[in-house]
């Protein structure tokens, strides 16, 4: 998860008969995931964090909560089952074990048991329903294609990779000032993105028009290939959301990070693309003169990007632009480039599986490992542990036979260690807080109700 | 009765009463049938008004006022006790009329909420918080301290949203923001710690959100209790006085100006399915998909929709008429045998059909040849002398004046159909050739890449036409006689087989122009509408 990790020694295939013992080619199977689901998932962690205190320790805890939770499976040869529910943590782990699933996607907490649900289905009052369900968002950079130039699709790099960062900063700042919530996990989704899990009790009992509001809240992307300008900011000032967006995360990181390293305006192409966005058209060419000019002028190529970007705000912000338009097209550009682009569909429906953290990617081998949100400028992708080398480091300790603490002993204990100590545990102190105080008022409420 | 007042204040100069009902319990008086029958004519005449002037695009202030002048005009009583009694009793004689169709419930129910908005408006703000409390919305005010503290966020909200924080007197209230998904969505409101700060004026929508729940779901329990007890029961009284109420000139209104490319595609769909030629169909369809057509499908499409647009104007009159008949009629059969009324609707009925309904038949058969006319040819003034039908009014007798209030109405709503339309196809860009095309022109022109205009009997592939042929509904043996006549180029005659195909009768003027297409489909449709239609005919129809 952090550089230090990265000097454990990952993929030296050297021809050394100690290290040859241990040295684990890259691969993705069903017998790597055996091993991993034997010895490093952490299962007990997940059933705590989905139970939401209801272990069965308190009298008035629901013994049926877990067990109405849906989870699907994704087995070797894309096999999918879905509806898979169970009882207890042990029920879970040797379910998981058994199967090996290829991808664990956790779903909604349902009325009912998900494997009953056919019984319930015919009674035709639709009690086959919902009720629960975590706030979750998908941030894919593939969103982004249009306007990273570094790397397209499913590749990844520490060039665009901080797109991921600041719309992790600009969501979750929201969530926690803007929706007051709290508990709230951030997970690398092991290839090129991220989700995010909002597991307060206010946001698991949200209703599919409440999660579609939230999302609309976040929208300002919207276009199609049709339209040059996706992003349209109308109004003399923005909303302060996006004021505080804008200064503190976006601005920054446009000017001082992906101008610069995407080269947004080193060359023709690239600023036509930002030229288009401007709706004025004798303020767009008087710009385009301009650098088409200075195309043979001598500067140091990281100066040319910042350089333009200088000329392009004092033209639209000065005062000769009367139209409000013109002036807001600065804001307009930073928002189209870096602002956050979620997966609408994701976040709006109760009944949407979304793959568990802690399971891993089949292109890319590596473990879908929780971000510290407060630490996100730190997150490096290309060095997030992999299968395999989760593996190796496991055959490298492999003397110690102490098998409670094995995941400790590979890269992935201190991501288990954040897990636990920075998202369950005060999760699970409000869940208990939670459950105890309402037991105490309904045993309140019948005291009262029994006196005269 | 539940009518909510507010608290009298004393204090100032005039007595502050809300009359703002919320129409929750029918009321337990007794109705005279007139006033069944005038209170709720009244009360569409607002509604009605509300939604001209909603098609029309009027703004906030304009609607403000509208709504006001048209409730002064149609509802007000000086006594505060009959405006009220008017107002509940209009409104539940309209529930049962508006119950019946789904579409007839979203206009009933879309015009009754702006109009509880705009009166929730009008107000005073006791009177409004009296009524949130009313609909139980647990709300708090903002105190004064945190106002303070978040009066900037407030006001940056508001400036982005193009409006000012109104200082003094600016109510907040702060409501978990679970409970304002709109606002939320549309970030219209500042929200912080889980709560949104609601401006008061926003505060209208969660009351108005009540209120339309409320309604949509008292209009759907009406309606079972009509169809099922009320509506056999009152088979004498009610029912046909209702079953008229509802039929009258309140279907879609296409009488705003509607330029080329502007229309609302969806109105038309069902139209369009039926009663389209295949090469407009298919241009049709390729716009509802694309969201575009290049020139040469614009100019072919849109200006056949222009007329069509026209036309469909002239055929909801057409059933205007007949349903106006309809309703005299229906009087007719109420009132026989009262004294001296029976004369009277015979004088109405005369009056009508000799000044009103040979207008209609004649306005048909302009558009008939408007179809095929240049705009310069078009009749400058409208067929209907509006005054009219105002003068049979003056001559009515005393007292039951209420049968010519409606072809008053009647003749006020077709006079300014009329007016509109036509004028929105004269001042529809007055360029060259902007005649609808005729087949000979359509088969003539070349689409290129990406067009889809021209003749489909001619351009289509073999394979598409079949498909497409079938796709209208036109049967396999009647598809090969088609591919028969587009193999020997006959193109227009094979439009006509296809046209005969999915009617179900024959043509024997043949096809020449689309719009002929559509007049001659929509003829067989209305005739075959009319004969499982409910209201009978009278007297024979002016049908062109």
Redesign the interface.
């Known amino acids: 998860m952090t550089r230090e990790e990265a000097e454990n020694g990952i993929d030296d295939m050297v021809i050394d008969g100690a290290q040859q013992a241990n040295a684990v080619p890259d691969r993705f199977d069903a017998n790597y995931l055996r091993i991993y689901y034997g010895k490093l998932f952490p299962h007990a962690d997940m059933f705590k964090w989905l139970s939401y205190g209801h272990d069965g320790k308190h009298p008035a805890c629901d013994k049926s909560y877990f067990g109405r939770r849906e989870f699907s499976f994704t087995l070797e040869n894309d096999i999918y089952i879905r509806f898979q529910s169970f009882n207890s943590a042990i029920e879970l782990e040797n379910s998981i074990k058994e199967k090996c699933p290829f991808k664990i996607d956790i779903g909604p907490v349902y009325s009912v048991d998900p494997a009953k649900r056919h019984a319930y289905a015919q009674s035709g009052d639709n009690v086959f329903t919902p009720v629960e369900r975590e706030l979750v968002f998908d941030i894919d950079i593939t969103d982004y294609d249009d306007v990273r130039y570094c790397c397209t699709g499913a590749d990844v790099c520490l060039q665009c990779w901080p797109l991921m960062t600041i719309a992790i900063k600009v969501i979750d700042t929201a969530l926690r000032d803007d929706f007051g919530f709290n508990h709230i996990l951030w997970v690398y989704s092991g290839r090129r993105g991220v989700h995010c899990w909002v597991c307060d009790g206010k946001a698991r009992r949200l209703t599919n028009e409440q999660r579609a509001a939230i999302a609309d809240y976040f929208r300002v992307y919207k276009g199609n290939e049709n339209s040059h300008k996706k992003i349209s900011l109308p109004g003399p000032v923005l909303h302060p959301f996006l004021a505080r967006s804008y200064t503190e995360v976006l601005k920054g990181f446009f000017e001082a990070k992906m101008l610069p390293n995407q080269n947004l305006l080193s060359s023709e192409e690239r600023y036509e693309k930002i030229l288009e966005m401007i709706p004025d058209a004798s303020v767009a060419s008087e710009l385009r003169g301009r650098w088409q000019e200075n195309k043979r002028a001598s500067m140091s190529k990281d100066d040319i990007n910042l350089v333009r970007w200088d000329q392009l705000k004092s033209v639209l912000q000065s005062g000769k632009q009367k139209t409000q338009g013109i002036r807001r097209c600065v804001e307009e550009i930073v928002f189209s480039f870096t602002y956050p682009r979620l997966d609408m569909e994701v976040s709006k429906h109760m009944n949407h599986l979304l793959k568990a953290p802690f399971c891993v990617h089949p292109k890319t081998g590596r473990v879908c490992v929780p971000i510290d949100p407060n630490n996100c400028d730190e997150f490096d992708p290309t060095i997030v542990p992999t299968l395999s080398q989760l593996l190796e480091e496991l055959n490298r300790e492999g003397l110690r036979q102490d098998a409670d603490n094995e995941g400790d002993r590979t890269s992935l204990g201190e991501s288990v260690k954040f897990f636990r100590t920075t998202f369950l545990q005060p999760l699970l102190k409000s869940c208990k807080e939670g459950i105890e105080s309402s037991y105490n008022a309904k045993l309140q409420q019948s005291k009262n109700a029994l006196s005269w | 009765m539940e009518v909510v007042q507010s608290n009298r204040k004393s204090s100032s100069s005039k007595v502050i009463v809300s009359t703002l009902p919320l129409y929750r319990s029918a009321p337990p008086l007794e109705v005279r049938l007139e006033d069944f029958e005038l209170f709720a004519m009244d009360r569409l005449r607002v509604l009605k008004g509300i939604s001209d002037g909603l098609g029309r695009g009027k703004k906030p202030e304009e609607m403000e006022k509208l709504i006001a002048n048209l409730w002064k005009e149609n509802m007000r009583h000086p006594q505060a006790n009959e405006e009220a009694n008017k107002d509940v009793i209009s409104h539940f004689v309209l529930r049962l009329v508006y119950c019946r169709t789904e579409e007839l419930r979203k206009w009933f129910l879309s015009m009754e909420i702006t109009l509880f908005r705009y009166r929730f408006r009008l107000e005073s703000s006791e009177a409004q918080r009296a009524l949130m409390s009313e609909f139980k919305l647990p709300y708090k005010a903002v105190s004064n301290a945190e106002f303070e503290c978040v009066k900037d966020?407030l006001g940056?909200?508001a400036?982005?949203?193009?409006q000012t924080l109104a200082a003094a007197d600016a109510i907040f209230y702060k409501v978990p923001?679970?409970e304002v998904?709109?606002l939320?969505?549309?970030?219209r409101v500042?929200?912080?710690?889980?709560?949104a700060y609601v401006a008061m004026n926003q505060v209208v929508s969660l009351v108005v959100t009540q209120f339309r729940s409320y309604l949509s779901k008292a209009l759907i329990l009406t309606n079972r209790k009509w169809t099922s007890t009320v509506r056999e029961q009152e088979m004498d009284r009610l029912t046909p006085i209702v079953e008229a109420l509802c039929t009258s000139y309140l279907g879609p209104d296409y009488s705003q100006a509607n330029k080329v490319g502007e229309i609302s595609l969806k109105d038309i769909d069902q139209i369009a399915k039926i009663s389209f030629p295949l090469c407009m169909r298919h241009l049709f369809e390729k716009v509802r998909e694309d969201h575009h057509l290049k020139h040469g499908g614009r100019m072919q499409l849109g200006l056949f929709l222009k007329v069509v647009l026209y036309l469909h104007d002239m055929i909801c009159l057409q059933h205007l008429v007949c349903v106006f008949e309809c309703i005299v009629e229906t009087r007719n059969q109420l009132m026989i045998g009262e004294e001296g009324v029976g004369l009277k609707l015979d004088d109405a009925l005369t009056f009508w059909k000799a000044e009103f309904a040979p207008k209609v038949s004649g306005l048909l058969q302009c558009a008939r040849e408007i179809a095929v006319a240049p705009p310069s040819e078009l009749p400058a003034t409208p067929a209907i002398a509006p005054n009219s039908a105002r003068d049979g009014r003056n001559s009515a007798r005393d007292g039951h004046n209420h049968d010519f209030n409606v072809l008053f109405l009647a003749a006020h709503a077709v006079e300014y159909w009329i007016i509109n339309t036509k004028l929105s196809l004269l001042i529809g860009e007055c360029r060259e050739d902007y005649t609808p095309y005729s087949c000979q022109k359509i088969i003539s022109s070349t689409p290129g890449v990406g067009d889809h205009h021209g003749c489909p009997y001619r351009h289509f592939s073999e394979e598409n036409l079949r498909a497409a042929l079938l796709r209208m509904g036109v049967s396999s043996r009647a598809v090969e006689d088609v591919m028969d006549k587009v193999r020997n180029r006959h193109y227009q005659l094979a439009c006509t087989l296809t046209f005969e195909a999915v009617h179900g009768s024959s043509c024997d003027a043949g096809i020449n122009h689309p719009n002929q297409y559509f007049i001659d489909s929509q003829r067989i449709v209305q005739s075959k509408v009319d004969d499982v239609n409910s209201f009978r005919i009278f007297g024979s129809t002016v049908w062109v």
Request: aromatic content about 14%; charged content about 30%; proline content about 5%.
């Open positions: 966020k940056q909200v400036r982005s949203m193009g923001f679970e998904p709109e939320v969505a549309g970030r500042f929200i912080h710690k889980g709560y």
